[in-house]
Each structure stands twice: as C-alpha cells, then as structure tokens.
C-alpha cells in the first residue's frame, strides 16, 4: 500500500489539555499521533498544579470533568469517580446531542489559542522535549495574558 498520503509519512504529534472553564490551561502534555488520547487522562490530572482558594486547603483536583466520546470508557471512569471527580463524559453509539458543546468549546478554544503560535501549530523541532517546552511557554503566556486581563479590569 505505501504511506498514508494525508500524513505524508511523518511521524505526527498530540496536544493534550486540562482547562478550566475560562480555557485557562492547567497541564498540557505532547505525545506521539498514534497514541489514544484517553491514555494521557490521568496523567494530564496528576499535572494539575494545587488551586489556592480564599480560605483552606488548595483544591487539587476539579470537581467535574467534561470530555468528548474518546474518553469514555468505564476504567477511567471509575478512576474519575475513586479520586472524587465527577465525570461527564458523552457516551459512544448514542446519537449527538448530549450537551456536551456546549461546555466543549472551552478546550477547543484553547487549542486555538496554543496553535496561534506557528511554532505549534507546525511542528518542527524534531526533538519531543523542546516541542513540550514551547507547548509549556505557549500555556504560561496564555495564563499571563489572562491574569493581565483580570488585573486591568479590577482596577
């Protein structure tokens, strides 16, 4: 048959994310293009640094999770349900419509805002670790333009 002529083949990568409800990105993780996505979901988690509130201990861990189909299977959901995360996660073979764009969108903007950067959106360092730092830098510069914001409209 030859190589796929959609990737030309190249060896292909995967951006992963963990945002809040503001698209503020809390990890983010690069791995191969042959990888399934739910494999970084719990690592995605444990990446998730600790939330300081007004009062108590920081949260570390969100109280609700929202993903698409590719997610859904019973094994993370139960690890979600042990770590006292409520999944809502749309279910394979039903049919659209489960609500889930509505609060989808969130990352996908996210994903927009990280590809923004041409050097993530092509990739061409052909190290993995120097592409995962510019991945890091584009989340921090997102979170900075964020906190900036927020600061201006205190004022």
Not at 112 to 130: C, G, V
Not at 132 to 137: D, I, K, N, P, S
Request: hydrophobic share 35%; with cysteine.
């Amino acid at each position: 048959m030859g190589p796929s002529p959609v990737d030309r083949a190249r060896p292909g990568s995967k951006h992963h994310a963990i945002v809040d409800r503001f698209s503020t990105p809390f990890a983010v993780s690069l791995t191969g293009g042959n990888r399934h996505d739910v494999t970084q979901l719990i690592p995605l988690l444990d990446a998730i640094p600790r939330i300081r509130g007004l009062r108590g201990r920081p949260r570390s861990r969100p109280k609700r999770l929202f993903a698409d189909r590719g997610y859904d299977f019973d094994k993370y959901r139960r690890l979600l349900w042990k770590r006292g995360i409520k999944p809502q996660i749309a279910r394979r073979g039903r049919a659209h419509g489960s609500g889930l764009g509505r609060t989808r969108w969130v990352v996908e903007r996210t994903f927009a805002w990280l590809h923004q950067f041409k050097r993530l959106r092509t990739r061409y360092e052909r190290r993995a670790d120097l592409h995962q730092g510019l991945l890091e830098l584009a989340a921090s510069i997102i979170c900075f333009r964020r906190l900036r914001r927020s600061f201006r409209n205190d004022q």
